[in-house]
């Protein structure tokens, strides 16, 4: 049923005039110029030139959107219980179930778990049914998971969540610190302003993170601090600067408040200690406090590798300390910087999605509550903070929480503890999803399943990580009988007898929304948009991107003269007394430590090309090229230790679960520590959620997560055999059951299968290949390459190698499926290798599909630069993401940064 594709129904009318709308991945929040195809099933897809967040620019995924729109996988009719209800039905069950839980048990037994991905007037809907009408606090975000800490950061240091700086600042700045974020791969189109900024004015930048990455690469100094000591780092920095030159004395005596404190603090560990701590040496110390004290236009860049630690939130206090000491903040080209992962973490803070927020930057303090109470007409105000992420499943798993609805979002792959966030799912009486798909596996875990419009369906804003609230707009229709998300709420919200839900549209709820910044604020609170309360749907539909505050009286004191820009620029912050605060901040290890059972420490992130569970991502054959499967990155020295070779399966195990990943054996994970990226699930691989290894310690304040630092072992996998395969259709789950390992990826005909087994291979060759093999060879060693044919064209091969790892170039393979052979061809198939001139090797460019051997060729035949590759070869020439594998390729490092395990080359 879900396969099915109306199309006709889903995309009559579909309009192919050109739209602009805002890229829904990451929180850099580009503009997007979106022209449907006529089926609607595709959209040509430019980055736009009149937005200030991208002028024009888009990375790999953004310029990937419009292959994304088909409706394969796509959720198109609710169901419950499995079977397929009307949109009546269903959300009769999902009212009965809340209200009849909350009869029995109270407000705070159930819950609203929802996402950086859904758009303000989304969360401003389930934000205000949850804590005004239901009277509980119980709903939090998949944000928690990307910010929290920066939040908690700084409410302490400036009274309120408030980022200063704007975007701009990155190319006025004379020193950028990037701390613990992979920004060309993360936050790629802001990547490109840094470097187009380095080079025009010679930008110095350091980068503070434990691996080596596309990020160093760029880099001025890299300091490869140890995982978790960046307090000690930042608190060492902000003695150091207090007793310099670049100590601001003014600004501290007249601006601030608790210097004497922090410093104390800061100064507690020795200059040896700091070094023992953060595995860094006197002399870079040295050159990084001279770096920073040399540069009053410093900008410091912080993201996940701050935010997702168990003092997550010092740590971001530590950092802002440093900008508060130097009086650093509010002027151009400096001022401490938290770039969100998701693309509306920032507009959920600003309706109070979090469970500790209360709504449009207020708390639950007794005069925050009675307002929000009044201006909502609440019948059953909450009265305190809620469960944070990590505590609601919790909940869910013991029983307290009894129903709960996920919107847009797979906390089964997501949650640190992920295979206890599917054991209380499993458990939990009523679990409904709203979502794109119902093959997540969270989806699959659903009581009620609810379709949800997707990018191009939806309408409304976003606000990115410079504050820039931009209109996301909708090019196509719902397809099936996909809902708006503020629609599916609304209209519980009502059928559970509740009044101030009758919204006809997202412009009148953008409108309250922004009617509730304003009401009794007086500058009382930073977040004011209190001028877009009137305003018409015509305008909401034409509204131009605008940074927030946007108080109905721009010229008001209190934000400097300029409402749209960068906060504190006056020196005026939002605590009582409106002086920014210094915090005492000590230093603390990470909870949990490496052990003899668990000795290595493994840090999770993000790969280029992919953005969170795959869902979107993974549709798109040239994203899932870069790379296809599920890896470990160990340092060769590790590696050697534990008698592992590269390309390798292993089982990584940590207390709470495990994983079975590819080993990438490379120096760019230093020694003792591996790294895994977060996006496989269970829809793509057999064990690749790397989330079932993290642990429950978090954040005390904050409730973030330690995905950055968990104690595991890594051991061989050991399977009988390895195979390499593509086929035109998918291989059936049955058959992929029966493998020890599997990871899928789309590629431009069909599919490519990495597998192993521990049972018989030529069982599995003919599972997944049918009883119609054309051709097969097999070869000393217990090689085997097998094949079969649809007329003239390569419908499916698989090669297999007993007891080490396919050697085959799968660039090529992954190419040729659908390409006719002659009985020539077909010989060379089974030799697997690619007929001369045919081999490209892994995919370096995604947006040109070139691969490493190209560009290493290019090099070789006198290509010096990023620019002359792409003048060569076009890689690089695009969206830009792959510039900095091109610099390392022209560097020397032919380490691939692709997961190609073996090419054969
Ligand atoms: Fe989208 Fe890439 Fe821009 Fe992020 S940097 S918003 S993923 S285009």
């Not at 350091?206 to 100094?221: E, K």
């Amino acid at each position: 049923m879900r396969e099915s594709r109306e199309l006709s129904m889903a995309f009559e009318g579909a309009d192919t005039k050109e739209t602009a709308t805002t890229c829904p991945y990451c929180g850099v929040g580009c503009g997007v110029l979106a022209t449907p195809s006529a089926d609607g099933l595709s959209a040509k897809v430019e980055g736009d030139p009149s937005h200030p967040s991208n002028f024009g620019k888009l990375c790999s995924k953004g310029a990937a959107l419009g292959e994304t729109l088909d409706l394969s996988e796509r959720l198109l009719y609710p169901e419950v219980d499995g079977v397929r209800a009307s949109w009546g039905d269903a959300m009769s069950s999902v009212a009965r179930g809340f209200a009849e839980t909350i009869k029995a048990h109270g407000p705070d037994s159930v819950a609203l778990y929802v996402s950086g991905q859904i758009l303000t007037e989304d969360y401003y809907v389930a934000n205000k049914l949850m804590k005004g009408f239901i009277g509980a606090s119980n709903i939090d975000t998949n944000s928690r998971l990307c910010m929290a800490s920066s939040v908690v950061g700084h409410k302490r240091a400036f009274g309120t969540d408030t980022v200063p700086g704007c975007y701009e600042d990155l190319e006025l700045a004379d020193l950028i610190v990037m701390v613990g974020s992979n920004f060309a791969w993360c936050h790629p189109v802001l990547q490109q302003r840094v470097l187009a900024a380095k080079q025009a004015r010679h930008t110095k930048i350091v980068v503070i993170d434990p691996r080596q990455t596309a990020t160093t690469q760029a880099a001025d100094l890299h300091l490869a601090i140890k995982p978790g000591a960046d307090v000690a780092l930042f608190n060492w920095l902000f003695w150091k600067l207090a007793q310099s030159k670049a100590f601001d004395a003014s600004f501290v005596g007249e601006h601030t408040d608790g210097l004497s404190d922090a410093l104390v603090t800061a100064s507690s560990v020795s200059e040896s200690d700091v070094e023992a701590l953060t595995g860094l040496s006197a002399s870079e110390l040295d050159q990084f406090f001279r770096l920073v004290a040399a540069h009053e236009r410093t900008v410091t860049v912080y993201s996940q590798g701050v935010n997702q630690s168990s003092s997550g939130s010092d740590k971001v206090n530590a950092i802002i300390n440093t900008h508060l000491v130097t009086g650093r903040i509010g002027k151009p080209g400096m001022g401490p910087f938290s770039i969100t992962g998701q693309p509306n973490a920032m507009g959920g803070r600003e309706v109070g999605g979090l469970a500790n927020q209360l709504a449009a930057h207020m708390d639950h303090k007794p005069d925050d509550l009675d307002r929000v109470a009044r201006f909502w007409h609440a019948p059953r105000m909450t009265t305190g903070v809620g469960l944070k992420a990590i505590d609601m499943f919790d909940a869910v798993h013991d029983g307290r929480i009894k129903a709960i609805w996920i919107m847009a979002t797979n906390p089964v792959v997501s949650m640190p503890q992920a295979d206890k966030v599917r054991e209380a799912l499993e458990t939990c009486p009523l679990v409904v999803v709203s979502d794109v798909t119902g093959q997540s596996d969270t989806a699959k875990l659903a009581t009620v399943l609810l379709p949800a419009t997707g990018w191009g369906e939806k309408s409304g804003t976003v606000t990115n990580s410079e504050r820039r609230i931009s209109r996301q707009r909708s090019f196509l229709k719902p397809p099936g009988e996909a809902r708006h998300d503020w629609q599916a709420i609304c209209d519980l919200a009502r059928r559970m007898g509740y009044s101030g839900f009758d919204f006809e549209s997202p412009a009148e709820i953008y409108r309250e929304h922004a009617a509730l910044s304003a009401f009794e604020n007086d500058d009382s609170r930073d977040f004011d948009i209190g001028a877009d309360a009137d305003i018409d749907d015509d305008a909401y539909d034409a509204m131009a991107p605008f940074q927030w505050p946007k108080p109905a009286d721009r010229a008001r004191p209190g934000l400097g003269g300029r409402a749209d820009h960068r906060f504190f620029a006056d020196g005026q912050f939002y605590t009582p007394n409106r002086r920014a605060q210094f915090l005492a901040a000590p230093f603390k290890p990470a909870k949990v430590q490496p052990t003899e059972a668990f000795p290595l420490i493994l840090n999770t992130g993000r790969v280029r090309d992919h953005w969170h569970t795959m869902t979107r991502t993974g549709k798109t054959p040239r994203l899932s090229l870069h790379f296809a499967e599920p890896f470990l990155e160990m340092h060769p020295a590790d590696a050697d230790h534990l008698a592992l070779a590269h390309a390798e399966l292993v089982d990584v195990a940590s207390p709470q679960g495990s994983a079975t990943l590819r080993l990438l054996v490379t120096d760019r994970a230093a020694r003792g520590q591996v790294f895994a990226p977060m996006h496989w699930t269970a829809r793509f691989s057999s064990n690749g959620r790397v989330d079932a290894l993290v642990g429950s310690a978090h954040d005390p304040l904050s409730g973030q997560q330690e995905s950055k630092f968990t104690p595991v072992s890594v051991t061989a996998h050991k399977p009988a055999w390895y195979g390499f395969g593509v086929f035109q259709n998918e291989p059936p789950a049955e058959i992929l059951e029966t493998l020890s390992y599997w990871s899928l990826a789309r590629c431009a005909a069909g599919w490519r299968l990495e597998c192993a087994g521990r049972g018989s291979a030529s069982a599995a060759e003919r599972g997944l290949l049918g009883r119609d093999i054309d051709v097969s060879l097999s070869l000393p060693g217990g090689h085997c390459r097998s094949a079969s044919f649809d007329g003239q064209n390569l419908h499916a091969a698989l090669a297999i190698s007993a007891g080490q790892p396919v050697e085959i170039d799968r660039a090529w393979l992954s190419g040729a499926l659908g390409a006719p052979f002659d009985d020539a061809a077909r010989l060379t198939l089974l030799a697997g290798r690619a007929a001369e001139g045919m081999a490209t090797g892994p995919v370096i460019c995604s947006c040109h599909g070139i691969g490493r051997r190209v560009i290493i060729a290019a090099i070789a035949d006198g290509a010096g630069s990023v620019e002359a590759v792409g003048a060569a070869t076009c890689a690089g020439t695009n969206c830009g993401s792959c510039k900095p594998e091109i610099a390392g390729l022209l560097a020397g490092e032919m380490d691939p940064a692709v997961a190609e395990p073996i090419a054969a080359e």
